[in-house]
């Protein structure tokens, strides 16, 4: 799957929910590998924030992020829209500290993305994908972010709130092309009881009964709900029975919890990737989800690549039978079993390691190890192949490679070890030269990797 960014602009204007300012959200287009950026026009030198995990510096009431003395808040439901309409790449520029909040949902940023459209970029989608549990709990508050394996994206919510109005609720996300019709309009939600301690905060000055839902719970004076009105700056509201206070009715019966998988998703956003996986959230909040998406981050950052999915039973893109017409080696030589995936920019080979490899009786007799040179030749191999598909008939050239460098080797590789390949381009292939980088893994693990250029020659 390819890259997906706006097919043109489009700008949004509203207040913003916290500050009260009337802010202006310009959404452009950007080129491959840009992830989400967010820059601030009302400042000097124009300074931009990339929406990572990593910058996130508050989480009380919205996600903040922060770099440098730079911040902007509020962003979870725009880049909730952003991720489910699978665009991978895009500028916001704001004139102002936080992102407009303007009904208190995703709706508006949804019904612009359809209106003007996206586009498919050059450059390959670089998923994270889920191969095992991965849990965060806060023992604290009984908050949990669960993410499970799973082919596509999709989330599970569970809230629970110590309210006779708003005990339990649940909302699921199975597809997420059906985010804008099922999940974009639930409205962010505040207790009545909460509204004191907030402006007292310097929050929610642009909060209403336009772009929020307003619960009540607990007993209260009318003269007491009007005076937090006047704080709020908003018209008297009649209030008898405990419920939901709104001007417009709810989206759903459980238009909180789903505004609550909205959150998730958007401040999954911050993983900078797309996700494979189950997410199974309870008593969600943004502090919870920053902080699986902040561990997913510390992953991505520790290895560059994540290891490939090595499925045995699936059929291989190019067998050894083929790779022994495009490749030159032959025994003891050829160093690569199968290509079991392949993109315009990437190739995933395999080399499965036996007792009965040829280098093991010298290489050492006691303790066979795979030799470091000639893991650099696999994969040097794979890469040939790589480069080999972006000629038409490759079984008239050969490649030669000219330059390795930046070789590291992490870990010893024996005997009824599987090798995976994962080698990339890094520039274009220019006069028949290209510049890959690779990677070998044995199950999650970087075993080496190494960068070289390579030059492909049509055969005499």
Do not use: W
């Amino acid at each position: 799957m390819k890259q997906i960014t706006l097919r043109a602009p489009f700008s949004v204007n509203g207040k913003g929910l916290h500050t009260g300012k009337v802010i202006t959200a310009e959404f452009l287009p950007a080129p491959d590998n840009t992830g989400y950026k967010l820059q601030r026009t009302d400042l000097e030198g124009e300074p931009v924030i990339d929406a990572l995990a990593e910058y996130v510096s508050s989480t009380n009431r919205g996600t903040v992020l922060t770099r440098g003395e730079v911040s902007v808040s509020t962003v979870e439901h725009a880049l909730a829209a952003l991720y489910a309409a699978g665009i991978d790449n895009c500028l916001i520029r704001l004139d102002g500290p936080e992102m407009p909040i303007l009904d208190g949902s995703a709706r508006v940023f949804c019904e612009n993305i359809a209106r003007v459209g996206v586009e498919e970029q050059h450059a390959d989608k670089d998923f994270y994908i889920v191969k095992q549990k991965i849990e965060v709990r806060d023992e604290t508050t009984g908050a949990s972010i669960v993410v499970l394996p799973d082919d596509d994206f999709c989330i599970d919510v569970k809230v629970q709130f110590d309210s006779p109005v708003l005990p339990n609720q649940y909302a699921s996300l199975e597809r997420v092309e059906d985010f804008p019709s099922e999940i974009a309009s639930s409205r962010t939600f505040v207790f009545v009881r909460e509204i004191e301690p907030l402006v007292k905060n310097d929050l929610i000055k642009g909060g209403d009964l336009d772009n929020a839902v307003v619960i009540y719970d607990s007993p209260m004076a009318q003269e007491e709900l009007d005076r937090l009105a006047d704080l709020m700056g908003v018209p008297h509201k009649r209030v008898e029975e405990f419920g939901f206070i709104q001007d417009k009715p709810l989206v759903a019966d459980n238009e909180p919890a789903r505004h609550k998988l909205m959150d998730v998703m958007g401040d999954l956003a911050l993983i900078g990737r797309p996700l494979k996986g189950r997410v199974i959230a309870t008593r969600p909040g943004h502090s919870i989800n920053t902080t699986f998406a902040k561990k997913i981050r510390r992953e991505i950052k520790r290895q560059d690549v994540q290891a490939p999915v090595y499925n045995p039973n699936a059929e291989p893109i190019l067998d050894n039978n083929r790779i022994r017409e495009l490749l030159p080696h032959r025994y003891p030589m050829l160093l690569v079993d199968k290509i079991i995936e392949m993109g315009e920019n990437y190739i995933v080979g395999v080399k499965n390691i036996t007792a009965n490899e040829p280098f093991f009786p010298g290489h050492f007799p006691q303790e066979p190890v795979l030799p470091g040179v000639l893991q650099i030749e696999a994969m040097a191999q794979t890469g040939g192949l790589l480069v080999l598909s972006t000629v038409d008939d490759p079984e008239r050239y050969s490649t030669y490679f000219m330059k390795i460098d930046n070789v590291k080797f992490r870990q010893k590789v024996v005997p009824g070890d599987t090798l995976i390949f994962h080698i990339s381009f890094q520039t274009e292939l220019r006069r028949g030269c290209a510049v890959m980088k690779g990677y070998a893994f044995v199950g999650e693990k970087v075993v080496s990797e190494c960068e070289f250029m390579a030059q492909i020659i049509k055969n005499k």
